[in-house]
């Protein structure tokens, strides 16, 4: 016998079925994307054919059209007589505290106090463009930047979970901090994540807010895609060195196409990929690249050392029934299925509720010598922070659980997820070649938990993820399992077991930094305080990379900040 369908499904699936089609259409309308192939942009090949009517040069040519990348493209081709070329092969917002910044400005470097907080913070500002919410009060609009191309603020969704967490961090003795961002506050607190994402629900990039169709539109800025990078052109002038163009490819047996450059070269293909690219040019570690057959153009031993990265060890625990958001990640009955459609529906059609969740909705940053919060433990661990008010712990809070690496989730129900984040790191990695193939991806070796104080600071940060679990109000939402997918007996372990279990699982909050850091060349630094490549004229790099230690913030909003400034440092240096 057919099954009946009750009205108010009916109902949806009509609406979700008008929202479909509403954005069906609104699709066909679109103008097509201004970005051209690799192909098409090569103004010379290395056969000597050249595409007519293409120029064969550009003033600056950037390498990367990640969150930097699209930064320098905009600002750079501001002037019409710079002619930019940017190359291109294929987050939650927090930027740190003022006092990482202050480290940065500690380097020894000729200039490096223009890279303190109070020098920075401009930049900060000027790529902001925060919208005050009647939500979050405290919030002082007048520490923000309000005119940039970045829209932050609160639009996204927060759940009840997310909320309660909040409250059982307040009540375990961890103060609330309206504003994490802000220099008078300070970083340390618990706080609604402050995100990219705009008043109509949909997230903000450097991409669409730096490369609008008016920036796109400047007859003097072209962007490529599809455009692998396999060198960058140095040319040897008397005693000196210097970069005047880019080597590409579009595949790999295709063939290598040149571009020259007149002034500038600036990668900002991140913390991976410009030490990548310089070892590819013969710029790094002599006796690595000779392994790999690369001719040596120029000896520079910190070129992919001192990886660091932020590690994450997640833990799921079980939720009462109807308290968190699984039922986007893995509906398991007809009504997940059909509270999907409907977040589905409401996000197309007012661009609010559960799909513009940040996921991660909130976070708490701590210190692991906090000892309130972490009670007594045998461990002696050395202070990594840049200063008294910094953090070297994160805490998350994610209204449902995913998937992990040999991790799987249980079948069925309502669960959640937290991340204890190392902030400050002392083990640091390695970005080396695989091969003299630039369409190898280079071996990256993290090195993570390679010394006993990194892993005694997470046991510390996990230690208080599991006191909250315990904590009011949120305790009341959490149903015991004893599933061993599931995290809810770490509570009885001891020191050194939980140390096992942080050892076992490590993950990556994708935020790679200082590979081609910032710092004097006898301190392994590949750039100067200008951004400079040592040895090495008219190159640049301006990405994560040059970070002279990793920040104990998330990184976008510092990388952002880095484009802006060296915007400013690479117009200053044009010359026409």
């Given at each position: 016998?057919?099954?009946?369908?009750?009205?108010?499904?009916?109902?949806?699936?009509?609406?979700?079925?008008?929202?479909?089609?509403l954005?069906a259409?609104?699709?066909?309308?679109?103008?097509?994307?201004p970005?051209?192939?690799?192909?098409?942009?090569?103004p010379?090949?290395?056969?000597?054919v050249?595409?007519?009517?293409?120029?064969?040069?550009?003033?600056?040519?950037?390498v990367?059209?990640?969150?930097?990348?699209?930064?320098?493209?905009?600002?750079?081709s501001?002037?019409p007589r710079?002619?930019?070329?940017?190359?291109?092969?294929?987050?939650?917002?927090?930027?740190a505290?003022?006092?990482?910044?202050?480290?940065?400005?500690?380097?020894?470097?000729?200039?490096?106090?223009?890279?303190?907080?109070?020098?920075?913070?401009?930049?900060?500002h000027?790529?902001?463009?925060?919208?005050?919410?009647?939500?979050?009060?405290?919030?002082?609009?007048?520490?923000?930047?309000?005119n940039?191309?970045?829209t932050?603020g609160?639009?996204?969704?927060?759940h009840?979970?997310?909320?309660?967490?909040?409250?059982?961090?307040?009540?375990?003795?961890?103060?609330?901090?309206p504003d994490?961002?802000?220099?008078?506050?300070?970083?340390?607190?618990?706080?609604?994540?402050?995100?990219?994402i705009?008043?109509?629900?949909?997230?903000?990039?450097?991409?669409?807010?730096?490369?609008?169709?008016?920036?796109?539109?400047?007859?003097?800025?072209?962007?490529a895609?599809?455009?692998?990078?396999a060198r960058?052109?140095?040319?040897?002038?008397?005693?000196?060195?210097k970069?005047?163009?880019?080597?590409?490819?579009?595949?790999?047996?295709?063939?290598?196409?040149?571009?020259?450059?007149?002034?500038?070269?600036?990668?900002?293909a991140?913390a991976?990929?410009?030490?990548?690219?310089?070892?590819?040019?013969?710029?790094?570690?002599?006796?690595?690249?000779?392994?790999?057959?690369?001719?040596?153009?120029?000896?520079l031993?910190?070129v992919?050392q001192?990886?660091q990265d932020?590690?994450v060890?997640?833990?799921?625990?079980?939720?009462k029934?109807?308290?968190?958001?699984?039922?986007?990640?893995?509906?398991?009955?007809?009504?997940?299925?059909?509270?999907?459609?409907?977040?589905?529906?409401?996000?197309?059609?007012?661009?609010?509720?559960?799909?513009?969740s940040?996921l991660?909705?909130?976070?708490?940053?701590?210190?692991?010598?906090?000892?309130?919060?972490?009670?007594?433990?045998?461990?002696?661990?050395?202070?990594?922070?840049?200063?008294?008010?910094?953090?070297?712990?994160e805490?998350?809070?994610?209204?449902?659980?995913?998937?992990?690496?040999?991790?799987?989730?249980?079948?069925?129900?309502?669960?959640?997820?937290?991340?204890?984040?190392?902030?400050?790191p002392?083990?640091?990695?390695?970005?080396?070649?695989?091969?003299?193939?630039?369409?190898?991806?280079?071996?990256?070796?993290p090195?993570?938990?390679?010394?006993?104080?990194?892993?005694?600071?997470?046991?510390?940060?996990?230690?208080?993820?599991?006191?909250l679990?315990?904590?009011?109000?949120?305790?009341?939402?959490?149903?015991?399992?004893?599933?061993?997918?599931?995290d809810?007996n770490?509570?009885?372990?001891?020191?050194?077991?939980?140390?096992?279990?942080?050892?076992?699982r490590?993950?990556?909050?994708?935020?790679?930094t200082?590979?081609?850091?910032?710092?004097?060349?006898?301190?392994?630094?590949v750039?100067?305080?200008?951004?400079?490549?040592h040895?090495?004229?008219?190159?640049?790099?301006?990405?994560?990379?040059?970070?002279?230690?990793?920040?104990?913030?998330h990184?976008?909003?510092?990388v952002?900040?880095?484009g802006?400034?060296?915007?400013?440092?690479?117009?200053?240096?044009?010359?026409?």
């Amino acid at each position: 016998m057919a099954s009946t369908i009750p009205p108010p499904v009916k109902a949806l699936l009509a609406a979700s079925a008008v929202a479909v089609a509403l954005y069906a259409a609104l699709r066909q309308g679109e103008s097509p994307t201004p970005f051209v192939d690799g192909s098409e942009v090569v103004p010379r090949r290395l056969d000597g054919v050249a595409n007519e009517g293409e120029e064969s040069e550009y003033d600056v040519v950037i390498v990367g059209g990640g969150t930097a990348g699209c930064v320098l493209a905009a600002r750079l081709s501001e002037d019409p007589r710079v002619r930019v070329l940017l190359l291109e092969a294929g987050g939650r917002f927090h930027s740190a505290a003022p006092s990482d910044y202050d480290e940065w400005a500690q380097t020894g470097l000729d200039g490096a106090e223009q890279w303190s907080f109070k020098n920075l913070l401009p930049y900060f500002h000027k790529f902001e463009k925060f919208v005050p919410s009647s939500r979050y009060p405290e919030v002082d609009p007048s520490m923000r930047g309000m005119n940039g191309p970045v829209t932050v603020g609160y639009f996204g969704y927060i759940h009840t979970v997310c909320s309660k967490w909040m409250q059982s961090c307040f009540n375990l003795g961890i103060p609330f901090n309206p504003d994490v961002n802000s220099a008078e506050a300070g970083t340390l607190g618990v706080t609604k994540v402050l995100t990219y994402i705009n008043s109509s629900g949909t997230r903000v990039t450097t991409q669409s807010a730096y490369l609008s169709p008016e920036v796109m539109k400047r007859p003097n800025l072209k962007v490529a895609v599809h455009a692998t990078v396999a060198r960058i052109l140095v040319e040897a002038i008397g005693e000196s060195k210097k970069a005047v163009g880019v080597e590409f490819a579009r595949e790999k047996d295709g063939p290598r196409c040149r571009v020259r450059a007149t002034q500038q070269v600036v990668l900002a293909a991140g913390a991976i990929h410009s030490p990548h690219i310089l070892m590819l040019s013969g710029i790094g570690p002599k006796e690595h690249l000779a392994e790999r057959g690369i001719p040596l153009v120029h000896d520079l031993a910190g070129v992919g050392q001192n990886l660091q990265d932020h590690i994450v060890i997640n833990t799921r625990f079980r939720l009462k029934p109807g308290h968190s958001m699984q039922y986007l990640r893995s509906p398991n009955k007809r009504t997940d299925s059909l509270w999907a459609l409907l977040a589905y529906v409401r996000w197309k059609t007012v661009g609010t509720g559960p799909l513009t969740s940040n996921l991660a909705e909130a976070a708490a940053f701590t210190r692991s010598d906090d000892m309130r919060l972490v009670l007594s433990d045998s461990y002696q661990i050395k202070d990594e922070t840049s200063g008294p008010n910094a953090p070297d712990l994160e805490h998350i809070i994610v209204p449902l659980a995913y998937s992990l690496p040999r991790r799987p989730i249980p079948s069925s129900g309502d669960m959640m997820t937290m991340g204890t984040v190392l902030l400050r790191p002392q083990s640091t990695g390695t970005i080396t070649l695989q091969s003299n193939d630039p369409f190898d991806p280079p071996v990256i070796d993290p090195k993570y938990l390679s010394t006993q104080n990194d892993i005694a600071v997470l046991v510390r940060g996990l230690k208080l993820a599991l006191r909250l679990i315990k904590t009011e109000p949120l305790a009341s939402m959490v149903q015991h399992d004893d599933d061993p997918l599931l995290d809810h007996n770490l509570e009885h372990l001891a020191d050194k077991e939980l140390e096992g279990e942080i050892c076992k699982r490590p993950e990556t909050l994708y935020h790679p930094t200082a590979t081609c850091r910032m710092a004097r060349l006898e301190d392994a630094g590949v750039v100067d305080s200008y951004l400079r490549v040592h040895g090495i004229e008219n190159l640049r790099i301006a990405d994560a990379s040059i970070f002279p230690r990793i920040p104990a913030g998330h990184t976008a909003a510092p990388v952002i900040a880095v484009g802006e400034k060296a915007s400013d440092l690479i117009k200053g240096s044009l010359k026409f």
